[in-house]
């Protein structure tokens, strides 16, 4: 179950790998069924939320890079809370 005080963070790379942050950004909403298999987690990503680093081809602002890397599925989110600071979600991004 996600715990309170969520933040967000994308990271643009293949799926299994590990990256450097893309974009970071709030989480507005989320939410668990009750056997805590399937959640939704809603948040906007602006393109000042766009860090970069060019290096994994994305640089800061470039937000339809951003979308591109999604779209392709060659990116995962991370969402953080206080209970577990350093990540208490990670998934791929559903392209289709």
Do not use: C, W
């Amino acid at each position: 179950m996600l715990t309170k005080r969520k933040r967000l963070f994308i990271f643009a790379v293949a799926m299994g790998a590990a990256g450097a942050v893309i974009a970071a950004g709030n989480v507005a909403t989320a939410s668990n069924n009750t056997h805590d298999v399937a959640v939704t987690v809603s948040g906007t990503i602006a393109p000042g939320d766009v860090l970069g680093p060019s290096a994994q081809g994305i640089a800061a602002g470039e937000f339809a890079e951003l979308v591109k890397a999604i779209r392709a599925g060659f990116a995962y989110v991370n969402v953080h809370s206080t209970l577990y600071p350093v990540g208490e979600l990670r998934a791929q991004f559903d392209h289709h």
